[in-house]
């Protein structure tokens, strides 16, 4: 039986757009089952301590676009640092993606295209239109999806996303879970490329 990896991370994330295609090459490599598994931000913020980015303080702000520029070099992309249409309504867009793994499809091919299409080609994510364009392009039926992505098994998947977020220690995006640890960010995947590599046992709080 694979290895199972919970995968929380919000499309409005920058972060999770960084690292999604070198997770995904991690997850396959190790031969990886990837749990999608959505969640929205602002409550894990509210739920967790943390802030909004427009509450944080100048400084902090400053600092996250120079860590975009860096791991934009690192990770040799060509995005836009503040997209057009950023922030936006995410909550579609997340609920598209929980609709593609409930209709028992790889919502990767549509997460690399929904992630580009915001950050390199500056796509307005929450417009119902774009998201039927963008499944359509990945190979998806738009209309069934975005009739899951409305209903209300993904409304109770994503707040069940969130408590399981929050109740697992994540408080963040992207939080890659294995086994019960926690790597929180894009600039963990190596730590956690190393704990699949060697097989250890989950690292605890409990020390």
């Known amino acids: 039986m694979p290895r199972t990896i919970d995968y929380y991370f919000s499309l409005m ?63 040799g992309l060509n995005f836009n640092i503040k997209p057009k249409y950023w922030p936006f309504e995410v909550n579609l867009a997340d609920r598209f993606v929980i609709a593609v793994a409930v209709s028992g499809k790889d919502a990767d091919p549509f997460l690399r295209r929904a992630f580009a299409a915001l950050w390199e080609e500056e796509q307005d994510l929450g417009n119902p239109v774009v998201l039927a364009e963008l499944a359509e392009a990945a190979g998806l039926d738009s209309s069934s999806l975005m009739d899951i992505a409305t209903g209300s ?36 995947l190596e730590l956690l490329d190393d704990a699949l590599k060697s097989g250890r046992e989950p690292y605890s709080p409990d020390v």
């Not at 109770?156 to 109740?167: D, G, H, K, P, R």
């Open 153 to 188: 098994t993904t409304e109770a998947i994503y707040a069940l996303n969130l408590e399981n977020a929050v109740s697992g220690d994540v408080f963040g995006s992207p939080a890659y879970v294995l086994d019960g640890e926690v790597f929180w960010g894009q600039d963990r």
């Open 13 to 75: 994330s920058p972060w999770a757009y960084i690292g999604h295609t070198p997770f995904m090459e991690i997850a396959r490599r190790h031969r990886i089952e990837v749990n999608y598994k959505p969640v929205f931000l602002g409550r894990v913020f509210s739920e967790t301590g943390g802030l909004p980015l427009a509450q944080r303080h100048p400084a902090r702000q400053r600092y996250r676009l120079v860590e975009l520029q860096r791991w934009r070099e690192k990770r």
